[in-house]
């Protein structure tokens, strides 16, 4: 069974940078794509980016395109997400989820099959 760990959250002030990692435990994530979303109280969650299982192929959310860089080292059993430039309105839960290989219809919480608990992210000043 797949088990996901997000770790690196904190507490960061506007204009700087954290980054987010996701470590799988039980089964190896060289055949899972990994996404990433995030949820802001009251607010359903939205996604963020996702990176194929070989890593060749990326993308991202238009709110964090230039700003977030998604990785992986597959030795490592961890994909990374690199945030930077930081906004108080990036502040909420941030989740890794997994899905066999490919990012097809990465933006739907659905398409995914196995969810870490969360990592918190506070913007603020």
């Known amino acids: 069974q797949l088990q996901l760990v997000e770790s690196g959250g904190g507490l960061v002030q506007p204009g700087g940078s954290l980054r987010l990692s996701c470590t799988a435990s039980g089964v190896t994530l060289d055949y899972y794509a990994i996404g990433w979303f995030r949820q802001a109280p009251g607010k359903e969650r939205e996604e963020m980016s996702c990176i194929s299982s070989s890593g060749g192929w990326t993308n991202y959310a238009d709110s964090v395109k230039g700003r977030f860089t998604i990785s992986r080292d597959n030795a490592k059993n961890t994909v990374y997400l690199q945030m930077n430039s930081l906004k108080p309105e990036d502040t909420a839960v941030y989740y890794c989820?997994?899905?066999?290989?490919?990012?097809?219809?990465?933006?739907?919480?659905?398409?995914?099959?196995?969810w870490g608990q969360g990592t918190q992210v506070t913007v603020s000043s």
């Open positions: 989820a997994a899905r066999r290989y490919s990012c097809t219809a990465w933006r739907y919480v659905p398409a995914y099959d196995y």
